[in-house]
């Protein structure tokens, strides 16, 4: 496959995830909101960490299905881009599912694209190179974006906890999206790098779990839950392993720029996806999860957000 050729298929499996994750964030509310009368006194932290733990089991028996277990056989430099991105993954993970608890999907999806922004600062720092004007303007689009979705106060210049701990989030995820492209790791084979990094976060969720749970019988209580369970593979394979495991592979012949503006599209979706999916899924998991509004704070930091991505692809970046 010629360069380019395989510069726009790799953009258009991007677009294609971006998709499934924006349609994911309403199963991760859901999954919250069916685990938390199973977790009666435990913390929100504890929710959080507890109910990613699955996502990322998933993720790696996967791997080891499409694989084999020799997808499990690391090299030196392979191990440490696996540690590397599952501590920034699962520093964002938990925060951004906190966060969740605190806010709706659709502005969870909205806050966590503040690593637009960041990427571009990234990319300048690691490459001591100034990225284009249009990158700025476009991060500039998207710094407004957030401003708006994430009501901040500005007599007082402070957000609630949940837009606070996904802003939180947006920054160890800008990190996470960099190191795909880092020329360090890239001889290294991606379904390993993933499968390290995956079973690496499966062991953090679970101490933290451990070490958060106030009644032991919580840590199995979801378990029982069927539909806890099939919201938990389902929003893995959408949402957060299946895209992952794609993305590490295809993200590395596009500029970082480019990828961290085209996932921007995902709050969209979520955001158009939670007028209509919470009402189904409170009926099928009896749940109350209502249908979500499209607010004028949504609809016009979500169009600044989208701009970006319209314009950051009239006038790409070139690549380092």
Same mark, same amino acid.
């Given at each position: 496959?010629?360069? +380019?050729?395989?510069?726009?298929?790799?953009?258009? @499996?991007?677009? &294609?995830?971006?998709?499934?994750?924006?349609?994911?964030?309403?199963?991760?509310?859901? !999954?919250?909101? @069916?685990?938390?009368?199973?977790?009666?006194?435990?913390?929100?932290?504890?929710?959080?960490?507890?109910?990613?733990?699955?996502?990322?089991?998933?993720?790696? *028996?996967? *791997?080891?299905?499409? $694989?084999? @277990?020799?997808?499990?056989?690391?090299? +030196?430099?392979?191990?440490?881009?696996?540690?590397?991105?599952?501590?920034?993954?699962?520093?964002?993970?938990?925060?951004?599912?906190?966060? *969740? =608890?605190? !806010?709706?999907?659709?502005?969870?999806?909205?806050?966590? =694209? $503040?690593? #637009?922004?960041?990427?571009? #600062?990234?990319?300048?720092?690691?490459?001591?190179?100034?990225?284009?004007?249009?990158?700025?303007?476009?991060?500039?689009?998207?710094?407004?974006?957030?401003?708006?979705?994430?009501?901040?106060?500005?007599?007082?210049?402070?957000?609630?906890?949940?837009?606070?701990?996904?802003?939180?989030? &947006?920054?160890?995820?800008?990190?996470? /999206?960099? !190191?795909?492209?880092?020329?360090?790791?890239?001889?290294?084979?991606?379904?390993?790098?993933? &499968?390290?990094? $995956?079973?690496?976060?499966?062991?953090?969720?679970?101490?933290?779990?451990?070490?958060?749970?106030?009644?032991?019988?919580? /840590?199995?209580?979801?378990?029982?839950?069927?539909?806890?369970?099939? /919201?938990?593979? @389902?929003?893995?394979?959408?949402?957060?392993?299946?895209?992952?495991?794609?993305?590490?592979?295809?993200?590395?012949?596009?500029?970082?720029?480019?990828?961290?503006?085209?996932?921007?599209?995902?709050?969209?979706?979520?955001?158009?996806?939670? %007028? $209509?999916?919470?009402?189904?899924?409170?009926?099928?998991?009896?749940?109350?999860?209502?249908? =979500?509004?499209?607010? !004028?704070?949504?609809?016009?930091?979500?169009?600044?957000?989208?701009?970006?991505? %319209? *314009?950051? =692809?009239? +006038?790409?970046?070139?690549?380092?």
């Amino acid at each position: 496959m010629n360069p +380019r050729a395989r510069h726009w298929t790799a953009l258009s @499996v991007l677009g &294609a995830l971006t998709v499934t994750t924006g349609c994911s964030f309403v199963l991760f509310k859901a !999954s919250v909101l @069916v685990q938390a009368p199973l977790a009666l006194g435990e913390s929100t932290w504890f929710i959080a960490a507890h109910n990613l733990v699955p996502r990322f089991v998933v993720g790696v *028996l996967l *791997l080891m299905a499409i $694989f084999g @277990v020799k997808v499990l056989q690391l090299t +030196r430099t392979e191990k440490i881009q696996a540690a590397f991105m599952a501590v920034m993954s699962f520093a964002g993970c938990l925060a951004q599912t906190d966060g *969740l =608890q605190f !806010s709706t999907a659709a502005t969870t999806a909205f806050l966590t =694209q $503040f690593y #637009v922004i960041l990427i571009p #600062v990234w990319w300048a720092f690691v490459h001591r190179r100034l990225p284009g004007a249009m990158v700025f303007f476009s991060g500039a689009l998207v710094l407004a974006g957030v401003a708006i979705l994430a009501r901040i106060d500005w007599n007082a210049f402070r957000v609630g906890r949940g837009e606070a701990e996904v802003l939180m989030a &947006a920054v160890f995820f800008s990190v996470l /999206l960099c !190191s795909v492209n880092w020329p360090g790791f890239a001889r290294n084979r991606p379904e390993r790098a993933v &499968a390290g990094m $995956f079973l690496l976060e499966s062991l953090m969720f679970c101490a933290v779990s451990v070490v958060t749970c106030r009644t032991p019988a919580n /840590l199995m209580m979801p378990y029982f839950s069927p539909n806890w369970i099939a /919201l938990a593979v @389902v929003a893995s394979l959408l949402g957060t392993a299946g895209p992952y495991i794609l993305i590490n592979h295809w993200q590395r012949y596009v500029t970082t720029a480019e990828a961290g503006v085209v996932y921007s599209v995902a709050p969209v979706i979520a955001a158009f996806t939670e %007028i $209509f999916a919470p009402g189904y899924l409170s009926r099928w998991l009896g749940i109350d999860y209502a249908d =979500q509004p499209l607010t !004028s704070a949504l609809l016009i930091g979500g169009a600044l957000i989208l701009a970006a991505n %319209i *314009l950051i =692809q009239l +006038r790409p970046p070139a690549p380092a």
